[in-house]
């Protein structure tokens, strides 16, 4: 039987600042979207099976496409966003998996290229707007357990530390990026000003508002002008990657929230990874995981393959805040499945948010890291 979906159509837009809609139930067929995507792709091959894949906490759908002939592609489906983003994404995605060099130059799965170029399919059709990229099938060796010991955490700050570094060797051969954090949260702003119902009471609009305008104050207070701008994933978990017998990075997949930005955006998500409560079928997005001591001896061994400074290490509470502001508050209903939409978003206005400026102790990490 067909998957169907829900799409949502978008508002009228404000050139500089896109928004979406609240849900209109347009019914879509999964299928009919795959097959289209791939006859423009290669219509000699023909397509046996579709499977659904996705792990069905997002919007986003991955499915798996087997031929007539038994070869195996991954499709990837989404509606969460905006195609030009998608599209530039996954090129910039593509120039990175192509330019890094050993022991990365596998690391990332690959998109099918058509042209030379990645192909991305875009579905439009009355209100429904949704776009495919296809990839050859990652490899993955061994997956950490849900709950790590201290020689995984050693190995895997090691290893992210020499990834950081290897992607920081090509970030000046990349394609630029449209995306920047000062222009994801203006759009929250923009938003906050002309769909006020859509973020809850006066009250809660208000709040939203006040972190928004610290994000912009805070941003003076780290010496940012020295943070590089890197690629980065910012959604690691124990389910998107694989490592070698000796832990060391195999393979990557899932790039929904990916970004060129500063690099300790990826550590919110590498301290819940290395947690005391290990990965969670049930989860929130607390910001004590960036307390704990099993993050400190993350951070140390990182540390030492790729060095830090005391102004990244306060600035991690402003990952955070972005994170929660961008993510969660301003795209959470379109990119979560409304079950995690509403709980995450209930938690980081009872929860997150006050967390920020009260909970993170950013001078004991830099004194453990010695950069007093």
Same mark, same amino acid.
């Given at each position: ?5 829900? &799409? ?7 050139? !500089?600042?896109p928004?979406?809609a609240?849900?209109?139930h ?6 009919? $979207? ?6 423009g ?5 023909? #397509?046996? /099976? ?16 087997t031929?007539?002939?038994d070869?195996?592609?991954i499709?990837?489906?989404?509606? @969460? ?5 998608f599209?530039?994404?996954?090129? &910039? #995605? ?7 060099l ?16 990645? =192909? ?6 009355g ?23 201290d020689?995984? $955490? ?8 020499? @990834? ?29 000003e ?9 009250? !809660?609009?208000? @709040?939203?508002? =006040?972190?928004?305008?610290?994000f ?16 980065? @994933?910012?959604?690691?978990? &124990? ?5 070698t ?16 930005? =500063? ?21 929130s ?5 960036m ?10 061994e990182y ?8 102004g ?11 994170? #929660?502001?961008?993510?969660? #508050?301003?795209d ?6 409304? !079950? ?26 830099? /004194?453990?890291l010695?950069?007093?």
């Amino acid at each position: 039987m067909n998957k169907i979906l829900d &799409i949502e159509p978008e508002n009228p837009i404000n050139p !500089q600042f896109p928004v979406r809609a609240s849900k209109v139930h347009t019914k879509v067929d999964y299928n009919s $979207i795959i097959k289209k995507a791939w006859e423009g792709y290669d219509d000699s091959k023909t #397509i046996n /099976e579709i499977v659904d894949i996705s792990a069905m906490v997002s919007t986003n759908h991955v499915f798996r496409i087997t031929f007539t002939d038994d070869d195996i592609v991954i499709a990837k489906l989404s509606y @969460f966003g905006h195609y030009e983003h998608f599209k530039e994404d996954h090129r &910039i #995605i593509h120039s990175l998996s192509n330019n890094l060099l050993y022991p990365f130059e596998n690391l990332l799965a690959k998109s099918l290229l058509k042209n030379n170029r990645v =192909y991305v399919y875009r579905y439009k059709h009355g209100k429904t707007d949704a776009w495919v990229v296809f990839y050859n099938p990652t490899r993955i060796l061994e997956r950490l357990p849900r709950r790590l010991e201290d020689h995984h $955490i050693v190995k895997l700050g090691q290893q992210v530390g020499k @990834f950081h570094k290897a992607c920081s060797r090509v970030k000046n051969v990349l394609p630029k990026s449209s995306k920047t954090l000062r222009t994801d949260i203006a759009a929250l702003q923009y938003q906050l000003e002309v769909n006020e119902k859509n973020f809850g009471s006066a009250m !809660q609009v208000d @709040f939203l508002k =006040y972190h928004c305008d610290l994000f912009f104050k805070n941003r003076s207070n780290y010496n940012m002008k020295s943070f590089e701008i890197i690629p980065v @994933f910012i959604d690691w978990n &124990i389910g998107n990657f694989s490592v070698t017998p000796n832990l060391e990075l195999y393979s990557r997949w899932d790039y929904d929230w990916f970004r060129m930005s =500063y690099r300790v955006l990826d550590f919110y998500f590498f301290s819940r990874v290395v947690s005391n409560a290990g990965d969670r079928t049930v989860f929130s997005y607390y910001i004590s995981t960036m307390n704990e001591d099993r993050f400190i001896l993350f951070l140390k061994e990182y540390h030492k393959v790729n060095p830090l400074t005391a102004g990244e290490i306060r600035y991690l509470k402003e990952a955070y805040r972005f994170f #929660i502001l961008n993510y969660v #508050i301003k795209d959470g209903k379109y990119f979560f499945n409304e !079950q995690y939409a509403t709980k995450l978003q209930a938690e980081a206005f009872e929860i997150y948010l006050p967390s920020v400026d009260r909970d993170f102790d950013a001078e004991r990490i830099i /004194e453990e890291l010695g950069l007093g």
